[in-house]
């Protein structure tokens, strides 16, 4: 059985990671163990799927910060690739407190190309880069989401593309958040607040919201013309070693 480890940057980006799983690998053919990272301490957290027929097992390790991302496959890349881990995921936001330093208010294609650079400049350090990858959402988890219009819809029938546009100024079936958006969380919460909901990304939200998830939505963020090239790199990654 095949071994991965996915680190992300946070609770949403864990959750999100393990109903993909189950849409893109299907529930026959996998196992995965969802873990949480405070200060140097992992934690079980709901929820583990055991499944003796799998054929990769997946560890999902939520911990807690955008930056520390990296530094924790740096602590455990060797003792996980020790526990038969063949391939190590880094999942975070590309929006975050040093990309703001370097541009403010938009997206600039050289900041983020500067970003993805540094990252893998630190993976060819390790003692291992060939199965250490790293992925960004650009510019957040929220701007897939939001590629992934009818899946608000199905969260909330209010929450459909003509009454956000009416309200909010853009067709999410038009548009392509990943370039539109600089802070996509923000835009998120504006359209939960259309049918009265905070956006507190809270661990109940997040799975009541990703549990609509289905295929179609996944084609829908890869639609061609709005498509999100940040989530084909990790979807094509996750389809890859599965």
Same mark, same amino acid.
């Given at each position: 059985?095949?071994?991965?480890?996915?680190? %992300? *940057?946070?609770?949403?980006?864990q959750i999100f990671v393990r109903e993909l799983l189950?849409?893109?690998?299907?529930? *026959?053919?996998l196992s995965f163990e969802c873990l949480q990272l405070r200060k140097d301490n992992l934690h079980q957290v709901p929820y583990t799927y055991s499944n003796p027929s799998a054929t990769v097992h997946y560890l999902i390790v939520d911990v807690g910060n955008d930056v520390r991302?990296? !530094?924790?496959?740096?602590?455990?890349?060797? !003792?996980?690739? !020790?526990?038969g881990y063949d391939v190590i995921i880094?999942?975070?936001?590309?929006?975050?407190?040093?990309?703001?330093?370097? =541009? =403010?208010?938009?997206?600039?294609?050289?900041v983020t190309n500067?970003?993805?650079?540094?990252? /893998?400049? %630190?993976?060819?350090?390790?003692? /291992?880069?060939?199965?250490?990858?790293?992925?960004?959402?650009i510019m957040e988890l929220e701007s897939w989401l939001l590629s992934m219009?009818?899946?608000?819809?199905?969260? /909330?029938? %209010?929450?459909?593309?003509?009454?956000?546009e009416r309200e909010l100024g853009f067709d999410l079936s038009k548009i392509n958040p990943e370039t539109k958006f600089f802070h996509p969380a923000k835009h998120l919460a504006n359209i939960l607040l259309l049918a009265g909901k905070t956006y507190k990304k809270s661990k109940d939200q997040m799975e009541s919201i990703l =549990?609509?998830?289905?295929?179609?939505?996944?084609?829908?963020?890869?639609? *061609?013309?709005?498509? !999100?090239?940040?989530?084909?790199?990790?979807?094509?990654?996750?389809?890859?070693?599965?």
């Open positions: 059985m095949r071994k991965v480890a996915i680190f %992300t *940057e946070g609770q949403g980006e189950f849409l893109v690998i299907g529930y *026959e053919a991302v990296m !530094s924790a496959i740096l602590e455990r890349q060797e !003792s996980l690739i !020790s526990k880094g999942l975070r936001d590309m929006y975050s407190d040093a990309y703001r330093r370097r =541009s =403010s208010s938009k997206i600039d294609d050289s500067s970003f993805i650079s540094k990252h /893998n400049e %630190t993976i060819q350090g390790m003692s /291992n880069p060939d199965k250490i990858f790293i992925f960004f959402a219009y009818r899946l608000l819809e199905r969260f /909330n029938p %209010t929450l459909n593309c003509e009454h956000i =549990s609509n998830m289905i295929r179609e939505d996944i084609d829908d963020a890869l639609e *061609e013309g709005r498509r !999100s090239k940040s989530f084909a790199l990790f979807l094509s990654k996750i389809r890859s070693v599965s």
